[in-house]
Structures are given as C-alpha cells and as structure tokens.
C-alpha cells in the first residue's frame, strides 16, 4: 500500500494505546484470576461474586490482602501484626479476626493486587 | 570457563498442578489417569510413597485407591498447558538460552558462575518457581545434555542435594558414572542397551570408555556422539524455538466402542477438525492424510486398517480434510467390529508460503481468501470461547464415544466460569 499526501504533524505524537493488562498485571507469569465468594473483605471495597488479581511473586507484608490457605479452604483477608505476632483480619463487623499462634501453619498463597467489581 | 547446560524439570508436573489449586489436595496422595481415564501417569510425592505404580490400568486399583484415600483426577490438559507455559517463561527470564523440551522440563544454558555458584544459581531458581507458581523443580547441571539429565536424577534421589546437582569436571565424572546402569542413559534404546551388555559395557562410565572405533562401526555418528556426551563434550547443541513438526498425529481411544459407520465417522472427523487447527497454528501445511482405525487388539478377531490419500495441493483447511478423509472412513469400516481407536495423521507438512494456487481446486483466489478468513474466524472463537464452540456438524453433537474424564479438576487458570474459589467469610 502507498500512502501519499502530507504527513500528519500529529505522526510525531503517536503514543501506544492504554492496555490494562500491562497496568494491572506487571508480573503475568505469577498473576491469577480468583472469584470472590462472600461479604467478609466488603469494608476493603472486594464484593461477593468479584474477580480478584492475585500476584504470587509479592512478598505477604501486614497490611497487605492475601489469599491465605487456613483449614483446607483459600481465605481472603487482611495480613496484620498484633502482640508481636500475625493475624488474618477481615474487613466485616461479623466475621472475628483469626490468630495465628506460633501452633498455626499458616500459608500464603499469594498476595491480592487488585479487584473487578461491576458497577 | 566452559559453559554449563541444565535440564531443569518439574517434581510430579500434573498432581502438582492439582495440589497448587486445591488445599484439600496439599500433602495427600493424587494421581492423575490418562486419556479416557485409562492408567495412571501422574503420582504426587505422597502416592509414590504408597507404592502406586505408574502406569498401572485404572480399572484395576481403583478400589484400592480408595481405600487408601487417594484422590484421583482425569488429565486437565488446559490447566497443565498453561501451567507449563508459566513455567518456561519464568525459567527463560532467568537463562541466556533455554530448550523446551517438554511439558514440564527444558534444557537450559546456565549464567557463566563458578561451581559454587551455579549451585546456589539452582537454589535460588527452585525458591523462584515455587514461589511463584507453586511447583516444584529439580536442576541438573553437567558440560553436556547427556550428562545434565543424569544430574537431574541425581538431584532428586538424594534428598540431601536438596533438588540441585551439578556434575563435577570430566575429570571426576568416573566414580558417578559407574553407578549408573547403561539403560538410564538418555538416548540409549533397546538395541544399544543389548548390544551394550554383550559386550560387558554395563555402566555410563564403560559406554564412555568404550573403543570409539567400534561404537563408530555399530551406531555412527550418533553412538560417537552419546559417547563424546557421556565424557562431558557437548555435541547436542540447544535447540532454541519449536523445531518444524514433520508430521501430525491426533488419535484417541474411544470410551465405549463404535460399532456403527455413522459413530465412527463422527469420530474421525473430530479428529481432523483437532489435527487441522493444530496444523494452522504451527503455519504449516499437509500434502497427505491418512485415516486408521482398529478395534482393541486384546480381543479376539482383530481388525486393524488405514487408507492414505495425496492431496492434489497442501492444505490446512478444515473443510478440505474432512472431504477428504471421510471417504477413507468408509472405506476401512466392516460391520460387525467393535472399533476400539481412530486416528488421523497428517504427513509431508510444509510451511505455510505466501502464494497457493490451487489449480485443481475451483476456488477463485478471492474465495480462497474468504476460506482462510473463515478458519481464522472458527479457530479464534474457539480460543476465546472454549474448544468446539464452533464445530462442523459431522463431527457430531455430545457423542457417546467422546474422552470420558470422570475426575476432571476446573480449567482453573483458563476458563473464567472455573476460577478459583476463595472464601471471604
């Protein structure tokens, strides 16, 4: 194909288009796609029913939301420090924070990076 | 400083992928069956200490596995696939050249260190990969392919090494390769294993000590260079990219017989509709079709048979195929079989070139196009959409003889109907 005429003075200005998986996944080989099941992490704005980026390859500091492995079953809360030690807390009135005693093998599966909730 | 290879692979692939996305699954015994549900290929760590055998037929020890409280799942190719590719990408950020050699290993050309440092390299490397995908790897490090896998081995024997073994200099090689019996040599099939004990060459360490001359005499080229790698010379050099297929082959065990032509036509036609897509994704065309189906050979009154049909132009469209390949079908088919497998090869495949004119097709170039934007279209709808979401109708709807997978895991990591589930109570 051959384009004639004159070149646009905008051809300088060209920038690549938005792409939200480069902005919500920086790290694609250890990112997954979860689904949200229940109303325990609503105060932290992550809904019923709402997918869930989870990145393996981030460090579980406190404060961050993880998906922990606790009692056979993934659970989504809170990573906190209390009494020199760790507890899962999650972000409802209802649901009471879980102590993690030095008995307690807790496992993080990985750290929540960011949620899709429909509007 | 001569540079080091790695087959890096991953610890019980399939029942680790199952592990990473079910707790209930962590620390227990999971094996995984083939196709059909038919045999065991897949033990996690905690099913081999129960002494499960691999390869052993389903039907057989089912009961026992529930005895013993193991849990068993169908083969989800879609969460291993992409598990895998996770994989290799990870290991090829970290390596200056790396081999995918299969599903879950790769040979890999390892950063210039010194020994101490290579080993604290492959350490630092299974952290990496278990950290971010939840799997399990061993590293074998050796100056020669040959020689990695054997490292690859080693490292996962002696649970000391800790999943990371590196061969010492060609030098010290002598003390390991006496250990290891001529059949554990990578390359070394039947013939060679045979022809190796007559001769009393029984260990690694004698093949490589063997007279050139007379491995050269019996197995050329080849045999030097299994030799050559044994002594830690790297013959086999890393074949970085896919290597252009020769051939493509889609067959599969029905779960119940086919009896009937409709049935087996039905089959067949799946098959090539899968063959035809993987043609089109690998760029390639074929010039020939075979079609062969058989019934169980474990039964009396065998029946085996193929057809084969040049095509007049290399093709890789759907259509094209099915009209030629169903024919065959008819042709092979006798009543009064049970037909127990099907299958569809597809030969002298070319790459795809920039101009094909069919000159005994009657199809204007514009419809020709209009063909291959088809193909496009099918194929990407049914890479968004799941497999068969636009399908040839001969192939038939929900058949009966269609894979049986009883024990199938979620397509965790593909489908978004099948995520993962985590509880926010």
Known sequence: MVVGGFPSPADDYIEAGLDLNSLLIPHPISTFLWRVSGEAMQGAGIFDGDLLLVDRSLQPRPGRVVVAVFEGAFTLKRLERFRGGLRLQAAHPAYPPIDLTSATELQIWGVATHVIHPL | MASTLALIDCNNFYA??????????????????????????????????????????????????????????????????????????????????????????????????EAGALLAWGAELRVLVKQQLGLSIAVG????????????????????RAGVFRFPTAAALEPWLEAVPVEEIWGVGQRLARWCRLRGLTTAWALSQANPALVKRQWGVVGLRLQQELRGISCLPLVQGPTPKRETCVSRSFSKPIEDLRQLREAVATYVVRAAEKLRRQRQLTACLTVFIRTSPFQSG????????????????????LQAALPLVAQLFRRGYRFHKAGVLLQELQPLGQLQQHLFVSLSPQQQQRREALMQLVDQLNGRFGAGTLQWAVTGLQPPWFMRRGHLSPSYTTRLKELPLVQAR
């Open chain 2, 141 to 160: 490090m050796a100056p020669s392919k040959v020689l990695a896998k054997l490292a690859n081995r080693l490292a996962k024997v002696d649970p000391a």
């Open chain 2, 302 to 321: 065998f029946y085996g048979n193929s057809a084969t049909v040049k095509l007049p132009l290399a093709t890789n469209d759907t259509t094209v195929l």
């Open chain 2, 16 to 113: 680790a992928c199952e592990q990473a996305f079910d707790p209930l699954l962590q620390g227990r015994p999971v094996v995984v069956l083939s196709n059909n549900d038919g045999c065991i290929v897949a033990r996690s760590r905690e099913a081999r200490q129960l002494g499960i055998g691999m390869g052993t037929p389903y039907f057989k020890v089912a009961q026992q596995l529930q005895g013993l409280g193991v849990v068993v799942r169908s083969s989800n190719y879609a969460l291993y696939g992409d598990m895998s590719a996770r994989v290799m990408a990870c290991l090829g950020a970290r390596v200056p050249e790396l081999e995918v050699y299969s599903v879950d290993e790769a040979f890999a050309r390892t950063p210039a260190l």
